[in-house]
């Protein structure tokens, strides 16, 4: 087990970056950005890289809606190489408000998409020829540049069939307030039935079980802080109890 942090940059970059060497001091294990309407996540770790020498960095996570698979793959092969190889790529679904109303995409199919732009992603940063697909077309190759293969790939699930899916095709789950009970009697089994139907077990697979916390002697206003401040930021993707 390792130990991360969620460090986004609120209102100061620079306080940010000096958390995050304050993390990476600590002996913390990694650390990720969220990506919602403030300043751009993938852009905020290559900030973060240049900052730190051992810590990995991570989106937790990209919507895969907000980029081609091209781009999101060259970006990210960009970001591996500047950070020696210490970047892990979490890509999601997000929401309809995100996706729709910021991005002017649309979710159609969530899982089979996810499925399909993971493979694109993937197979980019292999040096592989991209996979044909359905809602993404590309032969994008990387060029000038030395391939990812073992570039870490991500994938953020709170339903059984996404967890199945991360399970099967990605290195990591990345959850959100999910408590206890629901990561033993729903995340694993899941992700464990993705795993058996990739012909792989659990070892390797990290599950980045997100969750809020503080330090501090007044609990009552740390959970003041988060219902103020935290859950209308994120949105409430909240696992059921």
Not at 49 to 77: D, E, F, H, K, L
Request: charged share 20%; net charge neutral; aromatic share 8%.
């Amino acid at each position: 087990m390792s130990t991360g942090c969620f460090i986004s940059t609120g209102r100061s970059l620079q306080e940010a970056v000096e958390r995050v060497k304050l993390a990476e001091s600590l002996g913390y294990g990694s650390v990720y950005v969220t990506h919602v309407a403030g300043r751009e996540s993938l852009t905020v770790l290559s900030v973060y890289a240049q900052a730190t020498s051992r810590i990995r960095i991570g989106t937790g996570v990209v919507p895969i809606y907000t980029r081609t698979p091209a781009t999101m793959a060259q970006t990210a092969a960009t970001i591996d190489e500047l950070s020696g190889g210490r970047l892990t790529l979490g890509l999601g679904v997000s929401h309809r408000p995100v996706v729709e109303g910021w991005h002017g995409q649309r979710i159609d199919r969530p899982v089979a998409e996810m499925r399909e732009y993971a493979g694109i992603v993937r197979a980019i940063l292999r040096g592989e020829d991209p996979p044909a697909g359905e809602k993404w077309r590309t032969g994008f190759h990387l060029l000038g540049i030395e391939t990812r293969p073992n570039l870490p790939i991500y994938i953020a699930a709170l339903s059984p069939a996404m967890l199945r899916l991360a399970g099967e095709i990605a290195d990591g789950v990345v959850l959100w307030l999910c408590n206890p009970r629901y990561i033993a009697e729903v995340v694993m089994p899941e992700v464990t039935a993705g795993r058996e139907r990739a012909g792989l077990g659990l070892e390797g697979f990290d599950v980045v079980a997100a969750v809020p916390g503080a330090m501090t002697d007044d609990p009552g206003a740390a959970f003041g802080a988060m219902r103020r401040d935290l859950i209308p930021y994120f949105g409430l993707p909240f696992c059921p109890n």
